[in-house]
C-alpha cells in the first residue's frame, strides 16, 4: 500500500519562473492537503481539497498560488512567477476525509529552491 | 480560525530522563490532536493522538493527555533516549472542516 507520494522530491527554479509540484494520496484516501514548511520553522496550512472541489485555501497567498485536484491524476501546487520567498519545503498529506478521524498522513515533500 | 499554541520552542533533556512539551487551542469546537515527530529534511510521522472524548492516552513510552476545560494538552515522553531527538508538532482538528492546523513546534534535543 503506497503512501503518499510527492514529485518531483527537489526542484530549482530561477525567479519568475513557474513551479508545479504534484501529490497522489494514499490508496482510499479522497481529501489532500498541503502545507508550507519554511526552514526551522513550522507547518503552515495552505489548502485543502477533495476531488474536483477546493474545500479551503485560507492558507493560500491570493497571488500566483493555485491548487487543484482533478477527477483524474494528482493534486498539484502551482506556484507562479516565483520569487526567493518561496523557497521552502512543501508538504502534501491525505486522508479519508470527514468523518474518517482526522488523522492525516504526509509525503516526503518536495523542496523548492528559487534562486 | 482555530489558533494552536506550543511550548517550548526548544528543549533539551538528559538521556533517560523525561520530557514534557503542551500546547494550547483556541476553539472549544476542536475534538482531534494529534502529535507529529520530524527528523532533518525527513517528513513529519504521526506518533500519536487523542480525540476529545479521551483524558489520557499512553503508547509505550510516550503519552498524551488532553484537558478540554482549559483546552491545553501535552506530549510526554518518559526514559528518553537518543532517538527521539527531533522537532515534534502538536496540532488541532475540528470535525466540521477537517482542517488540521499545526503548533510551530518543539526542538527536542537528547544529550549524552
Known amino acids: 500500500n503506497a503512501g503518499v507520494m510527492q514529485n518531483p522530491r527537489h526542484l530549482v527554479r530561477r525567479r519568475g519562473q513557474e513551479a508545479r509540484l504534484r501529490c497522489s494520496p494514499m490508496?482510499?484516501?479522497?481529501?489532500v492537503y498541503w502545507y508550507r514548511q519554511l526552514p526551522e520553522e513550522g507547518l503552515k496550512f495552505m489548502v485543502y481539497?477533495?476531488?474536483?472541489?477546493?474545500?479551503?485555501e485560507s492558507g493560500m497567498p491570493k497571488e500566483r498560488f493555485s491548487a487543484e485536484f482533478p477527477k483524474e491524476g494528482p493534486s498539484i501546487l502551482r506556484i507562479q512567477q516565483v520569487v526567493r520567498g518561496d523557497s521552502a519545503a512543501y508538504f502534501c498529506?491525505?486522508?479519508?476525509?470527514?468523518?474518517?478521524?482526522?488523522?492525516?498522513?504526509f509525503g516526503e515533500g518536495s523542496w523548492l529552491t528559487v534562486v | 480560525g482555530e489558533n494552536v499554541e506550543q511550548h517550548p520552542s526548544t528543549l533539551s533533556v538528559q538521556e533517560g530522563d523525561s520530557a514534557v512539551i503542551k500546547c494550547t487551542y483556541s476553539?472549544?469546537?476542536?475534538?482531534?490532536f494529534p502529535w507529529y515527530k520530524q527528523e532533518l529534511g525527513k517528513r513529519p510521522q504521526l506518533i500519536i493522538d487523542?480525540?476529545?472524548?479521551?483524558g489520557e492516552k499512553k503508547d509505550q513510552r510516550i503519552a498524551v493527555t488532553l484537558n478540554k476545560t482549559a483546552k491545553h494538552f501535552s506530549l510526554h515522553i518518559t526514559e528518553t533516549q537518543p532517538e527521539d531527538s527531533a522537532v515534534y508538532f502538536c496540532?488541532?482538528?475540528?470535525?466540521?472542516?477537517?482542517?488540521?492546523?499545526f503548533g510551530k513546534g518543539t526542538r527536542l534535543h537528547i544529550l549524552p
Open positions: 498529506a491525505s486522508s479519508r476525509g470527514p468523518g474518517s478521524g482526522n488523522t492525516i498522513y
Open positions: 490508496k482510499g484516501h479522497s481529501h
Open positions: 481539497l477533495q476531488k474536483e472541489n477546493i474545500i479551503d
Open positions: 476553539d472549544s469546537a476542536s475534538n482531534y
Open positions: 487523542i480525540r476529545s472524548n479521551v
Open positions: 496540532a488541532a482538528s475540528i470535525s466540521r472542516d477537517d482542517k488540521i492546523i
